[in-house]
């Protein structure tokens, strides 16, 4: 079947994807999921086996990473592969890749040969520390960034050695950043005809995403160190006990701080100087956590998640993931869709996050067989049947 726009947002884009493990799948996929004719080239199944490069095809990891793209096998280390390849490059108006830097080169398929023959070409690298300088030869990989780039040094314990974020976080960025990069080269190719390289690294991604814990040692000369579920900086903001478990409150700031005063009947506490300001509380945060989960042991966690909302104190449940999608406001928000697999059957995956008034994004196909669509978009290409048999039997495609 030919493509079908899962959105009408960019349903008049074709992307090769030449992305593998996450990074680079993730930025593929928001455009797929907004309608854009992403083609996923992979090896033919000879030359690579299945799971060689990521999550096995027909696992939950594949399939939410690689739906709403079409599959089209290709051998671009054949000539007639790379030609195949680049006669897709000349029509497409986007790739993205993140093989390591020196690759695409080898293959002569860098942004400088495909922009010779596609001027318009908008081309987007990830890698793990970038296209050029002193790490550029190493091999990225999520846990990695997340130790280079920072992030593992502020997340945990207090003394308890540094500890990984439990998502894939820089691999997720690195790919959301790229696809936002690619849709700012579109609006920019829109005004002068021409399209751009755009790199973005999984280390650069760690580094951004530190925000304002990276803007206390730039602005400051400050280091940031552990806090565990504790706010860095605010105080009380972290996990509390109660009768049947924990819950999240956020009570940073002087009106939220005598609101909650109030509530608790801290009324010793409304005019104390020891908790007057930020800087008071949070000096003095090991006595506020202590008198707070003994108060808040008294009752469940439903009861204090209801008062403290009610009196306009930020308050929240701490979910296991099968809590969070049966979750009436996470199901109210639509973040799961079905979509039916010829091999899985009808299945569930994680849907956008972005809704908009006048467009809608669906998982209108799931992931795809390996080269599931090769014939039908070398037929797109202009390619005979006859030579696509040709050129099956000499493993091309």
């Known amino acids: 079947m030919p493509h079908v726009p899962a959105s009408d947002v960019l349903s008049r884009f074709t992307v090769l994807d030449l992305t593998r493990v996450r990074s680079g799948p993730t930025a593929s996929r928001q455009l797929g999921d907004w309608g854009a004719n992403v083609i996923k080239i992979e090896q033919p199944s000879a030359l690579e086996a299945d799971g060689a490069l990521g999550a096995p095809r027909h ?13 089209l096998t290709l051998n671009m280390k054949e000539p007639d592969g790379l030609a195949l390849f680049m006669k897709l490059a000349e029509k497409a108006d986007v790739i993205v890749e993140n093989f390591r830097p020196d690759v695409k080169g080898r293959l002569g398929i860098d942004y400088e040969s495909v922009k010779a023959v596609n001027p318009g070409i908008v081309y987007a690298s990830i890698s793990g520390f970038g296209q050029d300088g002193p790490y550029v030869k190493r091999p990225g ?103 049947d478990g924990h819950i999240n409150l956020a009570s940073s700031g002087k009106v939220m701080w005598k609101k909650l005063c109030m509530l608790m009947e801290f009324d010793d506490w409304i005019d104390n100087p020891d908790f007057a300001e930020s800087k008071d509380r949070f000096r003095n945060r090991e006595k506020i956590f202590d008198r707070l989960n003994k108060t808040m042991r008294k009752e469940t966690s439903e009861y204090w998640i209801n008062k403290l909302n009610d009196a306009g104190i930020p308050a929240g449940a701490i979910n296991s993931i099968d809590q969070t999608f049966n979750d009436p406001q996470v199901k109210h928000i639509g973040m799961s869709q079905k979509v039916s697999s010829p091999e899985l059957g009808e299945i569930e995956l994680v849907a956008q996050p972005i809704k908009m008034s006048d467009s809608t994004s669906t998982i209108n196909t799931p992931a795809p067989e390996r080269g599931e669509h090769t014939d039908e978009i070398l037929t797109e290409l202009g390619i005979s049947a006859d030579e696509i048999k040709d050129l099956r039997s000499r493993t091309v495609i």
């Open 141 to 243: 990989f999520d846990q990695i960034a997340q130790g280079v780039g920072g992030l593992m040094s502020i997340t945990g314990e207090p003394g308890k050695g540094p500890m990984r974020v439990g998502i894939p976080i820089s691999d997720l960025c690195s790919g959301l950043f790229c696809a936002m990069g690619i849709l700012l080269a579109l609006l920019r190719r829109e005004e002068t005809g021409e399209g751009q390289w755009i790199q973005t690294s999984l280390v650069q991604s760690m580094a951004f995403m530190l925000d304002f814990q990276a803007a206390r040692w730039l602005m400051n000369g400050e280091v940031p160190q552990q806090a565990g579920n504790r706010h860095p900086t605010g105080t009380p903001t972290g996990v509390v006990e109660t009768k």
């Open 59 to 71: 696992t939950p990891d594949f399939q939410n990473l690689q739906r709403n793209k079409r599959s």
